[in-house]
């Protein structure tokens, strides 16, 4: 299959294969995002869903098919990975925040040491991000000073300060308590309506119908039904898709 | 929407091939170190075969050994009995064979968890009292066989095995100490764990064996055995607080609060609610100390008790068989190893067993 | 001004109700550890006075005047000059000098051959990893005095005899009176040659900060390990070779039975280094191991999906982390390998415990040497005990 040339496309996935051992995780999944685009992924545990997002900045290494993003193709070459890398934030479901660092020298940890800027500089974007998940006054805490949503916001403001160019979600609000689930979500609203391109792995089906483009199924390895929240929700055009969300919308 | 066709995994995750290519060979790097490390495995491996097993001699008299290239394991397999049992009567040596059967068989028993109880104590007393019997003699038609006469594996054996135990209660109760509010206690306890942990254990075994008989007054003596028994007990009890130590700044302080609105005493929140739950959780670093008990028992060779490896010395002394070191050492290497090797894996399944309960 | 007056009245009376002091927790606690501090203070007192009473029916004197007197024995080997008609206080302190020499060698060769065999565990590679799981295993399940025997009997057994010795590189020679090699004799080259590289040092120093201050403020990185190294290895080579690049070596040659010239590391102290190093580099291996697993992988991750190299991700995020949890046990290791150095009187290396024994057998004053042993591996342990609080202190992980 040729790239499709068209600039907007940011992701592109093409007949993606992925095993672990003899486990068949991921069987043909063919997608495309779009500049803007924002796709909210669902599914039971063991469908991939994570697994796919991993791919995507080689986390995880796919063994057939083709991941290309923002136009260079992920291959095992060292300098396409770390130059994806930079151009793809991920927010994961653990916040994984450098203990041994303070808030401020989480951010600008990236900016300096890949993107070689001066530390003024750095710290200026990193203060700029941290003001914007609103959390400015803890640049100086460390992680183990900070609650669960404080630091997942924090993680968040970690990844913008690299200016990526699409952002991952993997299950960013699993791990919170339930009053801080929403002081998240509203940041990463407030983040789509800037436009930024997401990827959301997640079981918030209210952030899903409020922010999302698409919504997409995966089950046992494939993507089994992708539609915009209105349909998706309204009109589940199959039985796994109806018995998944009978499950989780009680 | 699509369904993922039956495509097969590529062939070289998943065969013989695969396993190698991804274990041994996955980097340039790996792929190096894979060639040197079998190049020196060839290089060392067939010629020790051929030294220890090939042209070795098993069971001959030593002038044999002296003409042939490869090991000379007659060096062990003829002085065995001495090896094992020292200088306890040749003819009796039946009864030390028997108590340390009798302890690898309580050893064996105590392995698993479920059989922890009041029952296993009740075994281990008799079990314990038995092998007393067998080693003393006296009673029961054994004759009597004086504490000097007692060497060898069995000795080793005794040192730690009373060693540990008697060491476990000092140790608990020096934990306890070092915990205490009151500064007398604190202090008292610290110094002791401090000071013992501070020392190597030689200097212990010579303040045992020399400076004890001075402490006692005339006419007491202490045997051999006995003061070296106690200077291993003081060791081992400081490196058992510390280990409890740990396990006491584990409960949680809601333990003791919650035993204190009950109207538990001290005692009674330390031997009910405390200790059962600290105790429990530093049983792998426990055996930990028991093996190291195990191994540092070899140390009084240099006071001139005549465990295991001193009696191994004693036959390499012998003009016969001068010169065999390496054979004999080898084989006591193996022993120890062989000891120690199954209680630090009994440890890790233990710590396994109470990882998932947590 | 009435009610705070009522309160105080209260309080007053609540104080006057005296509680039996046999049911004060406070006067209970001070009765308590009465009752100890008096039971041990009667223990001591008992043990003392035997004491005092058999060393004066057996003639022993006390006290540390001994130390004054000459020790009329010889030591095996010593970095200082020494004969047996010095003190016995310089006999101890050769033996204190001997200990520290073992241990200062022994520690360095056991954390690097630990490191690199804890890493080596955690390899990708099958063989590699099983290889050093093998000898972490079984290294640690020999007591380190059998290890030490085992070295000495290869030494003294299986080694050849000096005219006869096994040479591996020139110049190099294996044999039964230990390892001799050659030495470097002394030339003002190499006087400068050491000056240069401390110079280089200093301006290793100075580079580094000039590089990260540099770096704060443009961005831009500098190779500075490369650098260093290049440095550190240029700089004195050059003014080695300025000098007209001398090499004076002392080769040593056997004369009749044995060698002369050169230096040698004796037979004592090679079965010391060996077996303590084999030994303690297994513990070793395992702290790093724990070290580096303890850093979780999403910090790995976490830190890859910033784009950072995996030298990088060692160097700023793994690496501090993994060295919070290593250095605790590694200093207790270290303490270990001291205090197991002491066995070397089991094998006639005459460190400090060794040289102490004879002392206490030729003097008979038992309670005076075991006091000196137990002083001076004491201060070995609580200075490395307040070095590692002070560094717990300082790497404290800062949490609520």
């Given at each position: 299959m040729a790239y499709s040339h068209d600039k907007n496309i940011i992701v592109e996935i093409i007949d993606l294969h992925k095993w672990?051992?003899?486990?068949h995780v991921l069987k043909g999944i063919n997608l495309h995002v779009h500049r803007?685009e924002?796709i909210?992924i ?6 991939g869903k994570?697994t796919l997002i991993r791919c995507i900045n080689r986390?995880e290494e796919h063994q057939k098919g083709k991941i290309i993003v923002d136009g260079i193709e992920l291959t095992n070459n060292?300098?396409n990975i770390?130059?994806i890398?930079?151009?793809v ?77 699409i ?32 990827i ?14 698409r919504?997409m199924?995966m089950?046992?390895g494939v993507i089994?039904?992708s ?24 | 929407m699509e369904k993922g066709a039956?495509v097969?995994?590529p ?348 | ?400």
């Open positions: 672990f051992g003899s486990f803007g924002r909210v669902c599914g039971p545990s063991g469908s994570s986390l060292v300098k770390e130059k890398r930079s151009e934030g991920m927010v994961f479901q653990h916040f994984n925040l450098f203990p041994h660092l303070t808030v401020l020298e989480n951010l600008t940890l990236g900016p300096i040491w890949v993107r070689k800027m001066p530390k003024k500089e750095a710290e200026e974007i990193a203060m700029h991000f941290l003001e914007k998940v609103h959390i400015a006054d803890q640049a100086h805490k460390y992680p183990g000073q900070l609650s669960g949503g404080q630091q997942q916001r924090v993680a968040i403001a970690r990844s913008l300060c690299m200016s990526p160019k952002m991952l979600f993997d299950e960013p609000t699993s791990a919170l308590d339930p009053e801080m689930i929403k002081e998240v979500l509203d940041v990463m609203i407030e983040l789509a309506q800037e436009g930024m391109t997401m959301v792995v997640t079981h918030e089906m209210g952030f899903a119908k409020k922010v999302a483009h919504v199924f089950d046992g089994v039904e539609n915009p929240p209105e349909e998706f929700f309204s009109i589940p055009r199959h039985e796994r898709t109806k018995l998944f969300l009978s499950q989780i919308l009680h | 039956e097969k995994p062939i070289s995750d998943t065969t013989i091939a695969g396993w190698l290519k991804k274990n041994l060979f996955s980097t340039k790097l790996n792929s190096f170190l894979t060639i040197i490390t079998l190049y020196y495995l060839w290089k060392t491996i067939p010629p020790f075969v051929k030294w220890a097993f090939l042209d070795s001699a098993w069971f001959t008299p030593p002038q044999m050994c002296r003409n042939i290239d490869g090991a000379c394991w007659s060096v062990i397999t003829k002085n065995i009995r001495f090896i094992l049992f020292g200088f306890f009567p040749y003819d009796q040596q039946w009864r030390p064979l028997v108590a340390m059967l009798v302890l690898f068989g309580l050893l064996y028993y105590s392995k698993e968890r479920h059989r922890w109880n009041r029952r296993l104590i009740y075994y281990w007393g008799v079990g314990l009292t038995i092998m007393a019997i067998l080693m003393k003699g006296g009673i029961f038609g054994l004759t009597s066989v004086e504490s000097t006469k007692w060497s060898g594996l069995p000795l080793t054996l005794l040192l730690s095995v009373f060693g540990l135990t008697a060491a476990y209660p000092l140790g608990v109760i020096l934990a306890l100490g070092r915990q205490s509010k009151m500064p007398a206690v604190k202090v008292l306890s610290i110094v002791y764990i401090e000071l013992i942990r501070g020392v190597p254990l030689i200097s212990l075994l010579f303040m045992g064996s020399i400076i004890f008989p001075l402490f006692l007054p005339e006419g007491i003596t202490i045997s051999k055995i006995l003061r070296a028994q106690v200077a291993i007990i003081l060791f081992t009890a400081a490196y058992i607080a510390e280990v409890v130590r740990g396990g006491l700044q584990a409960i949680p302080k809601g333990q003791y609060e919650a035993a204190a609105s009950l109207g538990l005493n001290y005692y009674q929140t330390m031997r009910l609610v405390v200790l059962p739950q600290a105790l429990k959780i530093v049983i792998p670093p426990t055996v930990s100390v028991l093996i190291s008990a195990f191994k540092d028992t070899s140390l009084v060779v240099i006071i001139a008790l005549y465990d295991v490896l001193k009696t191994t010395q004693t036959v390499l002394s012998d003009p016969h068989w001068m010169g065999f070191s390496r054979e004999a050492y080898i084989f006591l290497a193996v022993l120890y190893f062989l000891g120690c090797f199954s209680m630090s894996q009994t440890s890790r399944k233990l710590e396994r067993e109470l990882n998932i309960e947590r | 001004m009435i009610a705070v007056s009522k309160q105080s009245i209260e309080i007053e009376t609540v104080r006057e109700e005296s509680v039996p002091f046999w049911l004060d927790t406070k006067k209970r606690a001070i009765f308590f550890q009465i009752l100890v501090l008096l039971i041990v203070g009667v223990i001591v007192w008992y043990l003392a006075s035997n004491t005092i009473e058999n060393l004066h029916k057996q003639k022993i004197a006390t006290g540390f005047g001994f130390l004054h007197k000459p020790a009329s024995f010889e030591i095996g080997e010593s970095p200082i000059p020494y004969s047996s008609s010095d003190t016995y206080a310089k006999a101890l302190f050769v033996g204190a000098l001997n200990t520290l020499k073992v241990s200062f060698i022994g520690i360095v060769v056991t954390v690097i051959l630990g490191t690199f065999i804890g890493i080596a565990r955690l390899s990708s590679n099958w063989l590699v990893s099983k290889l050093a799981a093998t000898y972490i295993e079984v290294m640690q399940d020999i007591p380190v005095l059998l290890q030490l025997f085992f070295w000495y009997a290869i030494f003294y057994e299986n080694l050849p005899p000096p005219r006869h010795a096994i040479s591996p590189i020139k110049g190099v020679y294996l044999c039964n009176r230990g390892i001799i090699f050659p030495r470097l004799e002394y030339h003002p080259a190499y006087g400068y040659a050491l000056t240069m590289l401390g110079i280089t040092c200093i301006g290793i120093w100075l580079l580094r900060k000039w590089a990260r201050k540099r770096q704060e403020a443009t961005g831009k990185t500098f190779p500075l390990f490369r650098v260093s190294l290049a440095m550190v290895i240029g700089f004195p080579v050059a003014v080695w070779i300025a000098f007209g690049a001398p090499i004076m070596m002392d080769v040593p040659k056997i004369r009749g039975f044995n060698f002369t010239g050169g230096a040698s590391l004796s037979p004592e102290f090679m079965a010391l280094l060996l077996g303590l190093v084999l030994y303690t580099s297994a513990f070793v291996a395992e702290i790093v191991r724990a070290g580096i697993q303890s850093v979780s992988k999403g910090q790995w991750e976490a830190a890859l999906a910033l784009g950072l190299s995996h030298a990088q991700v060692l160097r700023l995020v793994v690496l501090p982390q993994a060295l919070r949890v290593i250095v605790p046990p590694l200093t207790s290791q270290m303490l270990n390998l001291t205090k197991n150095s002491s066995l070397a009187v089991a094998i006639g290396y005459p460190d400090f415990v060794s040289v102490a024994n004879t002392t206490i057998n030729q003097t008979g004053q038992a309670i005076e040497g075991v006091a000196l042993i137990m002083l001076v591996y004491l201060t070995f342990s609580l200075s490395t005990s307040a070095f590692m609080n002070w560094y717990n202190k300082k790497v404290k992980l800062v949490e609520r």
